[in-house]
């Protein structure tokens, strides 16, 4: 069993263009989690959404982010016009439908903004 | 909404000695409460986790306590290795909140060999 596939690794964008992070969760997981890290600190969180629902996006910026997750495909993380504030990494988690069941990780895209 | 704290947020021990990370959740309502672990340049994974119907679980040399009460639980780790420097995280799980998950800021731990 595949799990939570991250792409790409790492990407690197000047600034003013658009980041796009693509995140599939684990097979059968119908929850997904996009947090965001800066280097040695914790993990701030984003955006949860559900199969083409929005739960909660109070994390994210209201302008220029943007995330998606449509009934076919993965969960898209998008930034629009990206400025230097934006390098960090980003990291999409995936959780099953059962309240109580952990979260598993993807292993980051890591976004640098020259 | 449900706020954890986590102390503390650095903790450096000798290797074979214990090391204990603490955490604190604002609701009470609070029922699942996992631990994650972060190496460098790496992604978090879960190494423990603890519903509210259990005090204490242990695995190996990883064992976390929950105290309802008081609303804080613990992860502790014996005999430790180097290779249990990390980062490590706690969450907590409000049940009225879909499935979101609030983490703690982190704790580095350093176990010097």
């Known amino acids: 069993n595949a799990g939570v596939m991250q792409n790409p690794r790492h990407l690197v964008r000047r600034r003013g263009q658009e980041a796009r992070l693509r995140c599939s969760p684990m097979?059968?997981?119908?929850?997904v989690y996009w947090y965001r890290q800066l280097p040695e600190e914790g993990l701030k969180f984003m955006v949860y959404l559900q199969k083409e629902n929005i739960i909660d996006e109070s994390g994210m910026p209201k302008e220029r982010f943007s995330a998606e997750f449509p009934k076919e495909g993965p969960s898209i993380l998008r930034i629009q016009q990206v400025v230097r504030g934006d390098s960090a990494a980003y990291f999409c988690?995936?959780?099953?439908?059962?309240?109580?069941?952990?979260?598993?990780f993807g292993n980051g895209t890591r976004l640098t903004v020259t | 909404g449900e706020n954890v704290e986590q102390h503390p947020s650095t903790l450096s021990v000798q290797e074979g000695d214990s090391a204990v990370i603490k955490c604190t959740y604002s609701?009470?309502?609070?029922?699942?409460f996992p631990w994650y672990k972060q190496e460098l340049g790496k992604r978090p994974q879960l190494i423990i986790d603890?519903?509210?119907?259990?005090g204490e679980k242990k695995d190996q040399r990883i064992a976390v306590t929950l105290n309802k009460t008081a609303k804080h639980f613990s992860l502790h780790i014996t005999e430790t290795q180097p290779e249990d420097s990390a980062v490590y995280f706690c969450?907590?799980?409000?049940?009225?909140?879909?499935?979101?998950?609030?983490f703690g800021t982190g704790t580095s731990l350093t176990v010097i060999p």
């Open positions: 988690a995936s959780s099953q439908r059962d309240r109580r069941s952990p979260l598993h």
């Open positions: 603890i519903r509210s119907n259990v």
């Open positions: 969450a907590a799980t409000p049940p009225n909140t879909g499935n979101q998950f609030y």
């Open positions: 097979k059968g997981h119908s929850h």
């Open positions: 609701d009470s309502a609070s029922n699942y």
